[in-house]
């Protein structure tokens, strides 16, 4: 597999001589380094990579990033995950708090997703209010939930009208190297499945929950969704798991949402941008479904690590 | 799906405006259009859209960032930026009554709306909204109740040059086959809601400047 040396060597042979064939005359024979080159002509620079079948990271069109997923990072949260798709690092805690249910369902607790994207993950973000893309996540990811019935949330009633579980999942994007999205949603089914709840009573005369010190309880999880996103470059090129250089150049991106254990979709994302023809969807889907069942066996693993070793990190 | 109505130039102050009205769902846009735009938004090609959703009552949420986002990029993909660089064209839209499918009546707003105020378009969109019910029975244009019934939900916004999807939110759980059969059911709703629009289209300006 070539590396992003040699892919950026290979660019900057099809830069020099396509530089030549510029306007400038023979006479003239000036080229860009690489560097200079993807600086004051991003989009060009990743369209020289594609014609030739590549990207500029050295990974062919239909290749994920590999998924690296952690579990009980933060041992003060209820669950953790961390999850690293190349340098997209993202970080997820479950918190669990109790609350007062709505009076209109008594025995429903209640799940909170929520993304940030601090202005450490990238220069692009500034001191403030939530960005566009970390609330339109976190709202996709929420809809997700509560539309696939992931949890039951009666089973967060600790007594009926009084006490409920309230999940408060918090993402924090710790460096955005592109496809956030899914890091994201990666590590917040991972999280929700290394979630322990202690064992909780209701006490009528005082009107409090006394929680035991231990956390046994796991949650019952339905389903696993794991998602896949693509990006699509100059209206045509498929290509999959787009990195924070190629995002800003894409025409259009789409994000399915698969459950690794039936054959079921969860959820599908294409939040405008070109058209895309029906055969390119489902294609894409079939895609997206090989590369789910890749990271749900990741996921797996990493599970299987964690509850292997009671003492270990 | 449900019966629907549009009424058109309601607001005297904005350069187009449209009240589009899907069974008991109703959505207010108003487009000013192109305008100026502030420094820090210009782009050197292109005009800069920008889209404010707000929803019948209550605080906005994430529900209408996410919507703005899914309007914005898809009317970007069908308005002819590139004609007027330097420019913004603000879509504002106002959900006056929600009884389901308001993403999509929104959608079908702005659409509308962009026409009426003479904005450049690639195409003319038109945004369906559907769902499977637990037994597998397809809905067509949902209202409230029926959604709480549901399984799945899916809205399709398909461009009318044939070129496919321009955007899809899908929830819910669901097959592929389930999906490919929503997919094609909403392509022929949309396909008889543009000639519709058309028709309408040509109809106001038949009555403004003559016959064609």
Redesign the interface.
């Known amino acids: 597999m070539a590396g992003p040396k040699d892919a950026a060597k290979a660019g900057s042979a099809v830069a020099d001589q396509s530089a030549m064939d510029i306007d400038a005359p023979a006479s003239a024979g000036f080229s860009l380094d690489p560097e200079t080159f993807k600086k004051i002509h991003p989009a060009e620079y990743h369209r020289r990579f594609l014609s030739q079948g590549v990207r500029a990271d050295g990974r062919t069109l239909k290749k994920f990033r590999k998924a690296q997923i952690s579990l009980g990072s933060i041992s003060t949260a209820n669950g953790s995950a961390m999850v690293r798709i190349g340098d997209t690092t993202v970080i997820c805690g479950v918190k669990a708090e109790v609350t007062e249910p709505k009076p209109e369902a008594p025995k429903s607790g209640f799940i909170v997703p929520n993304l940030d994207l601090p202005p450490l993950c990238s220069p692009q973000y500034r001191p403030g209010p939530p960005p ?1 893309l970390a ?2 996540i ?3 990811m ?3 939930i ?4 992931l949890l039951d949330t009666q089973t967060l009633c600790i007594e009926a009208g009084h006490a409920v579980w309230v999940l408060y999942i918090d993402i924090v994007c710790l460096n955005h190297g592109g496809n956030v999205a899914d890091a994201a949603m990666i590590a917040l089914i991972a999280a929700l499945k290394h979630t322990r709840l202690p064992k909780a009573r209701f006490y009528d005369v005082e009107s409090t929950v006394r929680v035991t010190d231990e956390r046994t309880m796991p949650l019952d999880l339905k ?1 696993t969704p794991i998602p896949v996103t693509f990006g699509v470059f100059d209206n045509t090129i498929l290509i999959a798991d787009p990195t924070s250089e190629e995002e800003p150049h894409l ?2 991106q ?1 994000t399915f949402v698969l ?1 690794a254990e039936t ?16 055969d ?3 294609g894409a ?1 079939k895609s997206a479904r090989e590369r789910a069942l890749v990271v749900a066996e990741a996921l797996s693993a990493a599970i299987s690590a964690t509850t292997a070793g009671p003492g270990r990190p | 799906m449900r019966p629907f109505h549009c009424s058109a130039a309601l607001l005297s102050r904005s350069d187009g405006s449209v009240r589009f009205k899907s069974g008991s769902s109703a959505v207010l846009c108003s487009v000013f259009g192109p305008i100026e735009v502030k420094i820090r938004d210009e782009k050197l090609d292109k005009a800069t859209v920008e889209v404010v959703f707000k929803c019948a009552s209550g605080q906005s949420t994430t529900t209408e960032r996410l919507y703005e986002r899914i309007v914005r990029e898809t009317l970007e993909a069908s308005i002819l930026t590139a004609l007027h660089p330097r420019t913004l064209i603000r879509i504002t839209l106002q959900v006056l009554t929600d009884d389901g499918g308001i993403l999509s009546t929104a959608l079908n707003a702005a659409i509308l709306a962009l026409v009426d105020a003479g904005i450049p378009l690639r195409s003319l969109p038109a945004a369906v909204t559907c769902m499977m019910d637990r037994e597998g029975v397809l809905f067509l244009d949902p209202t409230t109740v029926e959604v709480e019934g549901s399984q799945s939900s899916h809205v399709f916004v398909f461009d009318d040059a044939g070129e496919g999807t321009l955007a899809n939110v899908s929830t819910g759980a669901f097959t592929m086959d389930e999906y490919t059969n929503c997919y094609d059911q909403c392509l022929s709703a949309a396909a008889t809601l543009q000639s519709l629009f058309r028709s309408s289209i040509e109809g106001k300006v038949v009555r403004e400047y003559g016959p064609i």
């Open positions: 566009e609330q339109t976190s709202e996709f929420d809809q997700v509560k539309s696939c019935d389903r025409s259009t789409i459950d054959h079921d979709s969860l959820g599908v994302l294409k939040p405008g941008g070109t058209a895309l023809a029906r390119v969807l489902v889907c």
